[in-house]
């Protein structure tokens, strides 16, 4: 397999993950549960996908760079390519969003800070979307013919 069908499989595999939980996960467990437990059982879940998300986007990273080191090498491109740049827009969203944001939500949620969890949520939902996007365009992209 070669590294680019490698790079778009992990791609569609994190855009799957974005969208599974998205979709069908948090809905789901917000369906059947109180509130409470169902925000614990999301929280969990976005948790597990930040986490996730950060190692494949640096193997993303690094797989692409070799192929942009590569094309720059013969003349074909630069050493940062369009791809490599949209997993770093994600990797940002990734970290903005669940390492910056949801400390903020927490926080929020008891009673401290003096932006509401509600405008914190519409953010951290925001960051996941394009997030998404990004993750899908990759994929998209790096798909062959």
Do not use: N
Request: hydrophobic content about 65%.
């Amino acid at each position: 397999m070669s590294a680019t069908r490698a790079a778009a499989w992990l791609a569609g595999v994190w855009a799957g993950l974005l969208a599974a939980l998205a979709l069908i996960a948090a809905p789901s467990a917000f369906a059947v549960a109180d509130r409470g437990i169902a925000g614990g059982i999301a929280a969990h879940m976005f948790a597990q996908e930040a986490y996730a998300g950060v190692a494949i986007a640096v193997v993303l990273f690094l797989v692409l760079r070799t192929g942009a080191r590569r094309a720059a090498a013969s003349g074909r491109g630069s050493v940062l390519s369009a791809d490599m740049l949209i997993v770093l827009g994600a990797l940002f969203c990734t970290v903005l969003g669940w390492f910056a944001v949801q400390p903020m939500m927490a926080a929020a949620r008891a009673g401290q800070g003096s932006v509401s969890f509600a405008a914190l949520h519409g953010v951290s939902t925001v960051l996941y979307g394009v997030k998404t996007l990004l993750v899908a365009v990759l994929a998209w992209r790096l798909a062959p013919p």
